[in-house]
């Protein structure tokens, strides 16, 4: 096989990783976005250590990091895989949250709106308790 034939080839399988690994909706749907709009969303966890059901609601000020890990988008209705990582601080403690969620998006007008978040692998992973300020 020509150095041109590995060359196309290997450039069609980047674009095609590239493609595959960012949201094809129109307009995209970015991480920033998403970060945004997750804000105030509630969802279903097992409490840390106890293994009881609880619940992990998303806040502005949280430390977050959010990776788009796959999307599929078909006219108005779009459903986003991220995989996401937080902190969330609360007086002298600190929790940390990593793991997988689904969210479905629908398009209204120019706009992409969060209808719902699903909890595929998200869980609670380190609670810190520190000193009080002072």
């Known amino acids: 096989m020509g150095i041109v034939m590995r060359m196309l080839i290997l450039s069609a399988a980047y674009l095609l ?29 097992t409490g840390f250590k106890t293994g009881k059901p609880d619940t992990w609601t998303f806040k502005q000020d949280d430390e977050t990091k959010i990776t788009i890990a796959g999307s599929t988008c078909h006219s108005n209705k779009a459903r986003i895989t991220i995989d996401i990582e937080t ?17 479905s998006y629908e398009r209204v007008g120019d706009d992409w709106i969060l209808r719902e978040v699903e909890n595929e692998s998200f869980k609670v992973d380190d609670i810190i308790i520190g000193s009080p300020p002072g």
Do not use: M, Y
């Not at 991480?31 to 969303?41: C, F, M, S, T, W």
């Open 17 to 45: 990783l590239v493609c595959t690994s960012a949201c094809q909706c129109s307009p995209p749907i970015s991480a920033q976005k998403i970060e945004h709009d997750i804000v105030g969303k509630t969802i279903s966890v």
């Open 87 to 103: 902190r969330a601080f609360a007086g002298i403690a600190i929790a940390k949250a990593s793991g997988r969620l689904q969210l």
